[in-house]
């Protein structure tokens, strides 16, 4: 499950919700980034850090659960295939 290329967009400051609402009155001193969000269907726009922090409504980690169980059912039908019997534990011989 590692990445392979770093995630800079990580450590950039968490946008502003009143320049998205229009509202922020603070300019070039505010210290969250006046950009607007991106489309309102996407999960990660509804993310909140103490949801992230705890796993609960987390759209990445849900993501990284569903694609570790695919990578797992591919690995069974693999073996399957192979003529195991799709148990992945090794048989002494």
């Keep these: 499950m590692a990445r392979m290329e770093p995630r800079y967009e990580r450590n950039l400051p968490k946008l502003c919700s009143f320049f ?10 505010c210290p969250f980034r006046h950009e607007l969000p991106r489309d309102k269907n ?7 850090t103490k ?19 695919e990578k ?10 192979r003529g195991g019997d799709g148990d992945e534990r090794a048989v002494s011989t």
């Design 42 to 48: 996407d999960p990660l726009s509804k993310q909140n």
């Design 72 to 81: 797992a059912e591919k690995r069974r039908a693999e073996l399957k295939a």
């Design 20 to 29: 998205a609402k229009g509202e922020c009155n603070r300019g070039s001193q």
């Design 51 to 69: 949801d992230r922090f705890f796993g609960t409504n987390d759209p990445v980690a849900s993501g990284m659960v569903r694609r570790q169980k």
